[in-house]
């Protein structure tokens, strides 16, 4: 399945190949594990319904793909049953379980898993008072009188964190932070990037082409012989569309002038001026396509004789008179351009491209004056009028030679050997470290924990290699060195993590901070009392009272306290009416310790009908998704699921 996956996107880097085989493990996944509520749930995909599916507009894109009528542009339902009908007599059996797979298998699994789906969003239901509460916090805002404490009132380096504090945090908030089995990695890297030595090489190879390139007459020719990095564009360019730098001085060139070397991007390029046209940025055309073959299938569909004499009829009618949008209407075979009576519009660049079919291309910019033409394509024969040419301007035939900056076999050995050398040397953690500090590397510590599947490594994208080596090394192993771009690796496994909580190691970065801050806590509400007066708590700490809220912004949904950030336990007190004639307790916040005092709960104006309507289905449609989503990962959590992709990828 991943081979069939990446078949549709060739050419591609390791980050999207590790994309399409998360996505394809996901969909399986997912596959396997809805499957089983089907059966429970007695949900079938029967004859009947996968006929009508099938053999109506909701069939699959292959089938309307391959049976749609170019004529008509209609999906030929006869069509598509007749070779249902061969498919099935059919010996061939690989042929048939392409089929399942690729076409009846997606079907039928489409087609219970809508049904599914559609049982847990009917199943969603809000009772009319918690539609009422809700309706209340989203129209309601407190206004409130705070004093603010923060943290930083208490020096981090005057509070102590101890590995005892430490493992009773991470145990009392053992939920959140349950981590699953991997790696701890560190690494060390040595640039085989291109030195300043290669660059200066690359740039006098080009100088000394510079001047049988300025001379030679055959451009694309010469591009050719030398291995350009940029090939020949034997077409126009504006201004507006060139990218390079200097191109002001390129275009104001002579013709055959030459400018350079210059840098762009990560090549040194000699930019050669060879002709200027005044071109249009744009043109607007109709034409009537009698198309002579099918472009998905390669079928036939009128022999070429036949097309040329039904496009010099309808040349010869237009001529007379005839009205070109009936006639297109009529004759065309072109489904899409039908849509807009034919015409179309192409800009310079799409008109020169390599898609776009030559023969049209040249009659759009033709510099003869015609307007109106048959002209014959690899599409069959066109009758085409230009309409209008927009925004003629200066545009630029440019030839570049260009030479990729590219490390020399010199610098790739010289990081390769420094690499080895610190493999070869370096054969625990201890000596790993001991030579970076002697030799003044960087080492990289990877954040977190590495998992079996990862690929990428700290600021290494495609570091799959590094990742399968570590699961197979010990604790405290170090690697031999690794190629990744242009770069050599050195790694070393500095800690194997089992399934469970973190030691206070690996946990201290991640909760040091809320144990500092609610040691701080306990020592701001011990100086200020447990409920003290809003003048008293201000006075404690050189406080002002201050207030927010007036202006609506302290909602109970929103949490956020203006100045301040997010606190939903302050925002929370805020609505409890019972602080409208007490002042609260000391509050142990996100950023500080708060006092508040309730001024006043209000409510906002309701919306318009039809907002309120709109408001009220966004949010049912947002708990079908919630509920859908978690329903997933529940029957995912009870799955016995068995990854073993490492293994293969």
Known sequence: ??????????????????????????????????????????????????????????????????????????????????????????KNEEQRLAVNSQVIDPMRLNSLYTKYTSMIAGSVYTPSWMAAKENEA???????????????????????????????????????????????????????????????????????????????TNSKAFLARNTSAIDFFDGYSLKSKMQMPDKDAIINLPEGGSFGPYLDGGSYVVAKKLSTKI????????????????????????????????????????????????????????????????????????????????????????????????????????????????????????????????????????????????????RDIKAFDNYIKQNGLAKVDVPGVVKENDAQLGGLQDARPIVKWAYDAKEGEVSEPFSVSNQFVVAVVTKKVKEGLPDVRMARPLVESFVRNKKKSEEIIKKVGKNPSLESAAAAYQKQVLTTGPDSTLTFNAAIINGVGNEPKVAGASFNKEYQTKVSPAIAGNTGVFVIKVNNISAKPQPPAAVDLQQKNMKLNQEMQSTLGKSFEALKKTADIKDKRSKFF
């Open 279 to 426: 071109l249009p940025d744009s043109i607007k055309c109709r034409h009537i396509l009698l198309g002579t073959n099918n472009p998905q299938t390669g079928a036939v569909l009128m022999p070429d004789s036949v097309a040329k004499q039904k496009v010099d009829s309808i040349e010869m009618a237009i001529r007379s008179g005839a009205d070109f949008t009936a006639l297109e209407q009529k004759y065309s075979t072109d489904e899409a351009a039908k849509k807009d009576k034919g015409v179309m519009t192409f800009d310079l660049t799409t008109i020169q491209s390599e898609g776009f079919a030559k023969e049209f291309g040249d009659f759009l910019l033709n510099e003869k004056g015609e307007t109106k033409k048959a002209v014959k394509t690899q599409f069959g024969w066109h009758y085409i009028e230009i309409l209008e040419k927009k925004n003629p301007q200066p545009a630029y035939k440019i030839a570049y030679l260009a030479k990729e900056i590219i490390p020399s076999d010199e610098t790739i050995n010289a990081a390769n050997a420094s690499a080895t050398k610190l493999s070869g040397q370096a």
């Open 1 to 90: 399945k991943v081979k069939d996956a990446e078949a549709q996107y060739p050419n591609t880097d390791a980050g999207v190949r590790q994309q399409i085989m998360q996505s394809v493990w996901e969909q399986m996944v997912a596959e396997r594990v809805v499957a089983t509520e089907f059966d429970k749930l007695g949900l079938a995909f029967t004859p009947k319904e996968m006929n009508a599916t099938m053999f109506s507009e909701d069939a699959p894109q292959q089938l309307k793909q391959a049976f749609t009528d170019p004529q008509t542009g209609q999906y030929d339902v006869a069509k598509a049953q007749q070779w249902w009908a061969e498919t099935r007599k059919a």
């Open 138 to 216: 989203d129209n309601s805002f407190a206004s409130i009188s705070y004093v603010a404490i923060p943290y930083s009132v208490i020096s981090d380096s005057a509070v102590k964190v101890t590995d005892d504090d430490i493992e009773k945090y991470i145990e009392k908030n053992k939920l959140k932070y349950k981590q699953e089995a991997g790696r701890m990695i560190s690494y060390v890297t040595f640039s085989a990037a291109p030195s300043d030595k290669d660059s200066s090489q690359v740039r006098n190879l080009i100088e000394s082409l510079k001047p049988s390139f300025a001379s030679d």
